[in-house]
């Protein structure tokens, strides 16, 4: 029988971002998750109390799970929104109390490298889902079944979610993970990744209001 999911470290680290914004997180990594990757939960803000409060059946705490970019995180890339989603879910979390878990799936899942043979291959005019295609990729291979079995080892099994992305609230429902409300991010939209929104907005449904973002 598998062994069960459980916490091998939890750590305190200050977290200064690029901008000046500064959290506290206490990280979490664990044993035993369903793909034995390296993802990492950080609990920010009033995460406890926003545990208890939703034990209660007060508000619960607000979750965003939210996949490895190095080229948006790290970089600066403006490919992509996911640096500024990085920044802005640290702050929101901090703020309501919850939990930001950082998942080791580059590349909506294919991986680093062939993430970047996917650019060249939009810099030949396909969207983002179909380079994955071209390269015999699934659009999106992710699996949130380790980020189920995190939140659960820490006890949050009734969450808001903090993204604009439908398939993951699926994905976590049919985990076990009650979605209590769906809370979209901010548009972050520039010259560079305006098609990439756009085409996320109209191939799977994200909640993305990108003329509002362009007004």
């Not at 997180?25 to 035993?32: E, I, Q």
């Not at 990085?86 to 919850?98: C, Q």
């Not at 993204?163 to 991010?185: F, H, M, Y």
């Amino acid at each position: 029988m598998p062994s069960r999911p459980e916490v091998r470290t939890r750590v305190r680290v200050p977290l200064r971002f690029g901008d000046g914004f500064a959290t506290t997180a206490d990280v979490f990594t664990f044993r035993h998750l369903a793909d034995y990757r390296e993802h990492l939960l950080l609990g920010l803000g009033d995460w406890e109390g926003a545990l208890a409060r939703a034990a209660d059946g007060g508000e619960p705490p607000l979750v965003r799970p939210h996949s490895e970019c190095l080229t948006g995180d790290v970089l600066g890339s403006q490919r992509c929104d996911c640096g500024p989603q990085l920044r802005e879910a640290a702050e929101r979390i901090s703020g309501a109390g919850g939990f930001l878990l950082y998942l080791r799936q580059e590349g909506r899942g294919i991986g680093l490298y062939a993430k970047l043979d996917a650019y060249a291959l939009q810099d030949q005019g396909l969207d983002t889902y179909a380079a994955n295609r071209a390269l015999g990729r699934g659009e999106d291979e992710r699996d949130y079944r380790a980020a189920a079995q995190m939140l659960r080892v820490v006890g949050a099994t009734r969450i808001r979610l903090l993204s604009n992305n439908p398939d993951k609230a699926a994905q976590l429902e049919s985990l076990g993970i009650e979605v209590a409300e769906r809370v979209p991010t901010g548009v972050h939209l520039s010259a560079a990744n305006a098609f990439y929104l756009a085409t996320k907005r109209d191939h799977t449904l994200h909640t993305l209001d990108l003329d509002q973002a362009s007004a």
